[in-house]
């Protein structure tokens, strides 16, 4: 069965004080590893795709990295409009009908 | 371009009363599921379908039925409400092992 675990359940942070969140997951076959960005009362929103060990992508302060066990989101000098739960989820080969999801992590930048 | 769309946002329902949340996506996309979530659970998956005519069981569909008659809706009836089902619902979408979209979710209480 697939397990996506995320850490750490929450991370307060300074405003430019950059840190990393972990995502591990164990799949038969990974087919795709999503990072979403959820706010308080709205539905998750896709942030990046990874679909193959050491792929990258970066947008604005965020950077999603990928190893075969393991994804990382490096938020660079945040600022308080990155507070939010960034969740993590997988696309495994036999059963692709269905996303895994981590728990999230919360993250809460303070000007 | 709507994406996925949720109705009703709010609801509140006494034990026992049945009800239908509404799902429909303007995306062709022939996965759709739905899901759970509480606090410290994450997204559970309730149903899913993988094409018209085409539905499943996720994690936990105990007093959840779908149907999936259009690719474009997806509507989840709660038989009998229970208390236990007092959750937001989230509906999603994809194409193959492309990003989900998700909609904005349904509050619901149950008294």
């Known amino acids: 069965e697939d397990q996506v675990t995320q850490s750490p359940e929450a991370l307060r942070l300074q405003e430019g004080e950059s840190s990393s969140l972990n995502c591990s997951y164990t799949?038969?076959?990974?087919?795709?590893l999503f990072w979403y960005r959820q706010d308080p009362g709205k539905g998750p929103e896709f942030l990046f795709t990874?679909?193959?060990a050491g792929e990258e992508k970066e947008k604005e302060r965020l950077k999603a990295t990928l190893t075969k066990k393991e994804s990382f989101l490096h938020i660079t000098a945040p600022k308080p409009e990155d507070s939010a739960t960034y969740l993590c989820?997988?696309?495994?080969?036999?059963?692709?009908?269905?996303?895994?999801f981590g728990a999230g992590t919360t993250v809460t930048v303070r000007a | 371009n709507a994406g996925v769309t949720q109705t009703p946002k709010f609801q509140v329902l006494k034990t026992g009363q049945s009800m239908t949340l509404q799902c429909a996506q303007d995306?062709?996309?022939?996965?759709m599921s739905w899901y759970r979530q509480d606090p410290g659970m994450g997204l559970r998956l309730i149903h899913y379908?993988?094409?018209?005519?085409?539905?499943d069981q996720g994690e936990v569909p105990n007093g959840y039925n779908v149907s999936r008659s259009t690719t474009e809706d997806f509507p989840l009836r709660l038989l009998s409400a229970a208390p236990s089902q007092t959750s937001v619902y989230f509906c999603?979408?994809?194409?193959?092992?492309?990003?989900?979209?998700f909609g904005d979710g349904t509050r619901l209480s149950i008294l």
């Open positions: 999603a979408s994809r194409a193959g092992n492309q990003p989900q979209h």
């Open positions: 799949v038969s076959g990974l087919r795709g």
């Open positions: 990874l679909y193959s």
């Open positions: 989820a997988v696309l495994d080969t036999p059963s692709d009908y269905k996303l895994s």
């Open positions: 995306m062709n996309h022939e996965y």
């Open positions: 379908s993988v094409g018209a005519g085409i539905t």
